[in-house]
């Protein structure tokens, strides 16, 4: 069928992109695009199942059927899964409550929303295992799933749309990505207008095929990854916290971080992680100003500020960066390794 196509080209690219951040974790955008409705509309036709123009909730292989238990953890959050146990459900509603609570403290965003985003709520799709999300994710979601799953924001602006993550249980009962894609979700709604075409990057990639990514540098990319690794795991990001000390990159370079070229797994989440922790913490005042240009849709002005910026931040950060280096690692109790 010619579904089949589309999902092979995707699962080249998740192959090809395998550490990088597209695969893993990036809020991506669903498509109405000609090409998405086509697709779905064969896979439709062969299994005489009518269509509704609503891709991610249009049942193909029994998407009810497979995660069938539904838990609502709160106004903003529903779960869907093959086989969370009820003590599943509760640790992962209060996990992702903590992370949308530390979200707005940080932010100063509960109840403020960016204009004509309607996606007042999230749903979680968890499949039991690895095997189980490649073997159904694709059908369900038209999504490629050579990834640890992926955030589908759809087009916010939309009445009707719906927002979904997909993801799958590792072998001890935890949920792949869970808390970074969380953020993410949060990030769409409150810091970043529009789609995720409508954003910085340069992926012209599927399953959006953006049909006009950002021409030029700077992007988001640091920001969106880096946030989301730094709501999640707070001041806990050994991994990061080890690179500081390599200095390998200074923060004018972190901006202009992609998903095709300057990309990489490191740099995109524990190099963002520096970075957008360094603004968080150390530049408050220029990283308002920034997200007031990202909430407001105006991306050339976000351009125009770091442009701005250039390279005089560059020396604080490495100075930072050695501070950390020489700190003693901290780890936070809201960063519960079972859900990793
Ligand atoms: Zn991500």
């Known amino acids: ?27 991506i955008s669903l498509l109405l695009s000609l090409g998405f409705l086509a697709a779905t509309q064969a896979v439709a036709a062969e299994v005489h199942t009518a269509v509704e123009v609503k891709p991610v909730a249009v049942e193909l292989g029994g998407t009810d059927q497979v995660l069938s238990r539904g838990y609502r953890c709160s106004a903003t959050l529903d ?20 992370i949308e609570a530390r979200f707005h403290r940080v932010f100063g965003t509960e109840g403020k929303p960016v204009k004509h985003d309607l996606n007042n709520s999230l749903r979680a799709n968890i499949y039991a295992s690895a095997d189980e999300f490649i073997r159904y994710a694709g059908a369900h979601f038209n999504m490629p799933t050579n990834n640890g799953g992926m955030y589908l924001e759809g087009l916010p602006e939309q009445t ?20 970074h894609e969380y953020v993410h979700y949060l990030d769409g709604r409150f810091n970043l207008y529009g789609d995720f075409c409508a954003n910085l990057h340069d992926s012209h990639e599927p399953p959006e095929n953006c049909a006009k990514p950002a021409p030029q540098t700077p992007y988001l990319i ?28 200074s923060l004018s370079q972190l901006f202009d971080t992609g998903y095709m070229s300057n ?24 990283l308002e100003q920034m997200l007031s240009f ?6 050339p002005r976000y351009q125009a500020l770091l442009r701005g910026w250039g390279s005089s931040l560059d020396a604080e950060f490495a100075k930072w960066l050695e501070s950390l280096n020489s700190a003693p690692t901290q780890t936070q109790p809201h960063t519960q390794t079972a859900l990793k």
Not at 7 to 27: E, K, P, Y
Not at 264 to 286: C, I, K, S, T
Request: glycine share 8%; with cysteine.
């Open 79 to 98: 779960l869907r899964s093959q086989a969370l146990s009820p003590q599943q459900e509760q640790a992962i509603c209060q996990e992702l409550a903590d």
């Open 263 to 286: 990309s990489g797994d490191e740099r995109v989440y524990a190099w963002g992680y520096l970075a957008a922790r360094f603004m968080l913490e150390q530049q408050r005042p220029r």
């Open 160 to 179: 009707g749309n719906r927002a979904e993550f997909v993801a799958n249980q590792n072998k001890d009962g935890s949920v792949r990505n869970l808390g």
């Open 222 to 249: 640091w920001w969106t990854e880096g946030v989301a690794e730094y709501i999640a795991r707070g001041a806990d990001h050994p991994r990061a916290l080890k690179l500081a000390g390599s200095k390998v990159f």
């Open 294 to 299: 990202t909430r407001s849709g105006d991306y």
């Open 1 to 27: 069928m010619s579904g089949e196509t589309e999902l092979s080209t995707m699962n080249q690219f998740a192959a090809a992109g395998t550490l990088a951040c597209r695969d893993v974790c990036v809020a």
